[in-house]
């Protein structure tokens, strides 16, 4: 059986928002119990506002996931959920001066490396997980995302990426989710844009902080950061990172075959709220080995017995 955890001692982060291009400071702090992920947003000469990291509370799905409480909106929430989720952080309060979460380097690393470093907790209560038992599936033309029920525990994807663009073109890649693997596999891919399209963000209010410290640049002839990628294949391990930061907003981890084609934040978003309508293809199980879950309490007593 695996049980929730929180980080044992505050974690901070300082950055730039990707859109909003604000400073803003970020304490990640230990919580109880059940509390699961909570932002906790200060307000100059006003209270914080507390908004829970659940899908019931996204405002905008368009080039990042923001939250929303009132007239308040806080955006680019997926990477630092990612982190958490990666790592199997259940419970913790993400304070924040500012309207946005740093980007940091455009990736998940950073937030993995200071909370791995803060250290994480085991907490004295079991897991419960949204265990898959009937397909889900959420389309748009060529973009789909599939939810199969799985023989295994745990988290399965299979995310393919089309681009008409020699830089990206198309790319799939497949993992089991697990902390070790998403450490090693995903944590670091960052995010990406198009130059051209730069301008014309901007001029909507977005990526105002964006640079080639903290995002991917592709322009007509390729990849225009220095450095190069981290991954040849860096793009589609980034969609699987913010995949696995907007399934943080399902409140609890999810056990399934998860497959998506073309799919962003919009289309996990609508799968996460046909998840929580169709409660009859899912059931809420402890985390346990699955050959346990599916044994019936008279079934436990009679191995006991035996
Ligand atoms: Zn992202």
């Known amino acids: 059986m695996s049980y929730q955890n929180t980080v044992s001692k505050e974690a901070r982060f300082t950055g730039v928002g990707l859109h909003t291009g604000a400073s803003v400071t970020l304490s990640v702090r230990p919580a109880p119990v059940d509390a699961g992920l909570r932002f906790v947003v200060g307000r100059p000469g006003a209270e914080p506002v507390v908004i829970d990291a659940h899908h019931a509370n996204i405002q905008t799905t368009s080039y990042a996931t923001s939250l929303g409480s009132g007239d308040l909106r806080l955006h680019t929430v997926e990477h630092l959920l990612a982190a958490l989720s990666g790592l199997g952080v259940d419970n913790a309060e993400l304070w924040l001066d500012g309207p946005e ?30 265990r898959i038992t009937q397909p889900i599936r959420v ?66 209010g977005l990526a105002r902080g964006a640079s080639l410290d903290n995002a991917v640049a592709v322009g007509d002839e390729g990849v225009l950061n220095p450095g190069g990628l981290r991954f040849d294949d860096e793009m589609v391990r980034h969609k699987v990172l913010d995949l696995v930061g907007d399934l943080a907003l399902l409140g609890r981890p999810l056990w399934g075959h998860l497959i998506a084609n073309r799919a962003g934040h919009g289309m996990h978003a609508r799968l996460m709220e046909e998840i929580l309508l169709r409660t009859d293809r899912w059931e809420s199980v402890i985390d346990e080995p699955l050959e346990a879950v599916r044994l019936t309490a008279s079934q436990r007593a009679l191995q006991v017995c035996v």
């Open 101 to 130: 979460v740093p980007v940091m380097d455009g990736s998940a690393r950073p937030f993995v490396e200071g909370l791995l470093q803060a250290g994480l907790v085991e907490q004295p209560k079991a897991r419960r997980v949204i």
């Open 139 to 204: 389309a748009d033309g060529d973009k789909w995302i599939e939810l199969l029920p799985s023989v295994q525990p745990g988290l399965q994807v299979d995310y393919a990426i089309d681009f008409e663009h020699l830089a990206i073109g198309r790319q799939h890649f497949h993992m089991k989710v697990t902390p070790e693997t998403f450490e090693k596999e995903i944590a670091a891919a960052r995010t990406f844009g198009f130059a051209h399209e730069v301008a014309r963000m901007q001029s909507a």
